[in-house]
């Protein structure tokens, strides 16, 4: 079974990127399809994007296409998120999950493994 930690959160400033990352332990992250959620308080979990177990497909939620891109190390056992032009409204806490297909999805229901989340707030 693998377990998955988020890390790279924090404060930042309107207009700044940042890069988290999602890094898997007690089962090779290689075999899993891993993408990035995000939820704000009162608000329901919005996929950002994520990445296929082979690393050639790439596929981001409309919200935030265009600035952020998901890339994997296997080797290191980590998926990234690169978020570029933050703004107030990406304050969020941000989570990644992982499923054993071989798509990118969607639905959050479709992925079995999550982490803990990482807390990112954007000042204006």
């Known amino acids: 079974q693998v377990q998955l930690v988020e890390s790279g959160g924090g404060l930042v400033q309107a207009g700044d990127s940042l890069i988290l990352s999602c890094a898997a332990s007690?089962?090779?992250?290689?075999?899993?399809?891993v993408s990035w959620f995000r939820q704000a308080p009162g608000r329901e979990r919005e996929f950002l994007g994520g990445i296929n177990w082979g690393g050639g497909v790439t596929r981001y939620g409309d919200s935030v296409k265009g600035r952020t891109t998901i890339s994997r190390d296997d080797a290191k056992g980590t998926v990234y998120l690169h978020m570029s032009s933050l703004k107030p409204e990406d304050t969020a806490v941000y989570f990644c999950?992982?499923?054993?297909?071989?798509?990118?999805?969607?639905?959050?229901?479709?992925?079995?493994?999550w982490g803990q989340g990482t807390q990112v707030t954007v000042s204006s």
């Open positions: 007690g089962r090779a992250l290689s075999i899993y399809t």
């Open positions: 999950a992982a499923r054993s297909g071989s798509y990118v999805v969607v639905g959050q229901e479709e992925y079995d493994k």
